[in-house]
Each structure stands twice: as C-alpha cells, then as structure tokens.
C-alpha cells in the first residue's frame, strides 16, 4: 500500500480531532502514513512539494470540502497526474463524500482507505478576478454565495446549522437579479436568484442539490434558479430532498464549460472565491477518489 499524506486542517469548522488521535487511527488499522496537520494553504503547499511522487504516495485531507479543496489545488496545481485522493470527515459539511454513502464518522470512513476502490472523477475549474481555483463538489454565484459570506462569519459553536441560518438571514433583503450565462448550447439573459453549477450531489450541510450529477460524464449539472422570492423560499426546503427539481422556474442544463456574465459573488465548496464575472470548465477524470 502506498503511504498517505495525511492532511490535517486545524482551521476546519467542524470537529476538534487531536494528532495522537488521528494517528491511533491509522495505526490500528495498519495503514502507513506521514501526518501533517496545518494551518494555512502554504504550510500545505510546502508539505505537498515534499511528496509529489504519486507512485509512492496517496493523499488524504482530513476535514470537509474546503479542506478537499485545497488538498486539490495544491495537488492540480503541481501538475500531478491522477492523484489518489481521500478524506476523512471532520468538517461542519463534509458532503461531498455524501455522494458516495461514504459514513460521516471518521472511525467507519477510515476502514476505507484500506481497500483498493478508487472512482475516477471529474474536477472543476473556475476563472475570475484574475485568479482560478479547482473546485470539487458544487460552485454557486448569486444569492448562496452571498449567504456563504455571511455564514463564514458565524462562531463554531453553531457550525452545524451555519448555511439555514445565513439563507433565512440574507434571503429578507435578496432579489433576483440579471444574470447573463453561455452554456454549451444553451444562452441565459435573465433575473435569476443563483446558479448551482455541480460536480457531485450534496452541499450545504446534506442537501441532496443534484441528485442526477455524475462524477464521470465530463459535465456539470447546472440549475438556473430563475425564481422569486418567495419560490426561494419554498425551494429551500424543497432542495434538502432534491425535489427542487420539478419547477418548472428551475432551469436545468448540462455543460463542460460556462461564461457567466454577472459580478455576484462566488463560492465554490462551501467557501467564498471572489467575485464574476467567472469562466468555468470541467476537467474529466482527474482524480482518483478512494472509496
């Protein structure tokens, strides 16, 4: 078995995991590893240039998707082709192993990564303000990006409940607004509360958004929410099941490559990115995701 790079975000939202505690964990299930626990994206981009070899080394981040996130980039970023990727949940979200059944508690999710199971899976990129960043799960702009600002404000003892709190906070004030996006084969010039662009099926804390989202078929799954106020608001709940997407205002296309004319914000996996207008493309089969 190659040795795992074990990525431990300390700055993650969600559980307070100790070093002796993680390493207990790989060592009673003989998996070998070199931990790393870190604070700030250099100190993972000085570890990752210290393991770059793919065919001695695995990685794994342990944390939610921002923390994924950012394993990613530094790894995508280096150039280093189809990198067996894993994570551990200790995030508020972790949701994109969500789309896998992947178990939630640590302890299960760990038995995982002494199998041989790997899914490859497509990777997203998205251009704006001068700078790109890959992106995993799900990248929004418009009204939930707006609400992922305020959510990143909010103190850890609610970190459970932080994106319901910040929708309800935002959506009094919010309105839809022009939004101009090139898809595919598809144009958009219209007021719309937000755009989903998914790679994989959950976000905000285990909504199913995109049920229908593959890993593997070179396309996002992008939903125009071209709605209301008040149909926001019916959708919220809606959206948790996935059932958001028989409204007929929910527009749904799929596409490898998007043009969004807008200066709204962005998030992409559960953190704020910056600002459109964007360009954003799909990578096929970049990753080798351990399950």
């Known amino acids: ?3 795992y790079i074990v990525i ?5 939202r969600g559980k307070n995991l100790s070093q002796e505690y993680v390493e207990y964990l790989f060592k009673s299930n003989d998996i070998p590893f070199k931990y790393f626990s870190t604070s700030t994206i250099d ?16 990685y794994c981040a342990i944390g939610g998707d921002g923390s994924l996130n950012s394993l990613i980039n530094a790894l995508m970023n280096r150039g280093v082709k189809k990198p067996e990727v894993a994570c551990l949940p200790a995030g508020s979200g972790s949701d994109f192993i969500r789309t896998f059944a992947l178990p939630q508690n640590i302890e299960e999710t760990i038995k995982h990564l002494i199998t041989d199971s790997y899914y490859e899976i497509d990777i997203g990129k998205v251009v704006a303000e001068n700078k790109e ?7 929004n702009i418009g009204f939930l990006a707006s609400s992922v600002e305020v959510s990143e404000k909010m103190p850890k003892l609610i970190r459970r409940f932080r994106y319901p709190i910040s929708f309800w906070i935002k959506i009094f004030f919010a309105k839809a607004k ?3 996006i090139n898809l595919d084969n598809f144009k958009f010039n219209n007021n719309a509360f937000n ?13 199913n958004i995109s049920p229908k989202s593959s890993l593997q078929d070179g396309k996002f799954n992008v939903q125009i929410f071209a709605v209301s106020k008040l149909k926001a608001m019916k959708i919220f ?19 490898s490559k998007l043009e969004i004319k807008s200066n709204d914000p962005i998030e992409i996996d559960g953190d704020y990115f ?6 954003i493309f799909i990578e096929n089969l970049a990753i080798r995701f351990k399950i």
């Not at 100190?43 to 240039?49: A, G, K, S, Y």
């Not at 996935?242 to 296309?253: A, F, P, Q």
């Open 1 to 3: 078995m190659k040795t």
């Open 274 to 279: 910056a600002n459109g207008p964007a360009n």
């Open 43 to 58: 100190e993972l981009n000085n570890v990752i240039d210290e393991y770059l070899d793919c065919n001695k080394y695995q």
């Open 178 to 180: 022009k939004i101009n």
């Open 133 to 139: 960043k890959y992106f995993i799960n799900v990248l």
């Open 237 to 255: 709940f809606l959206a948790q099941k996935g059932l958001h997407l028989k409204e007929s205002d929910v527009i749904l296309r799929k596409a």
């Open 8 to 12: 431990h975000n300390l700055n993650s």
């Open 195 to 207: 755009i989903c662009v998914c790679n994989a099926q959950y976000f905000g804390g285990g909504w």
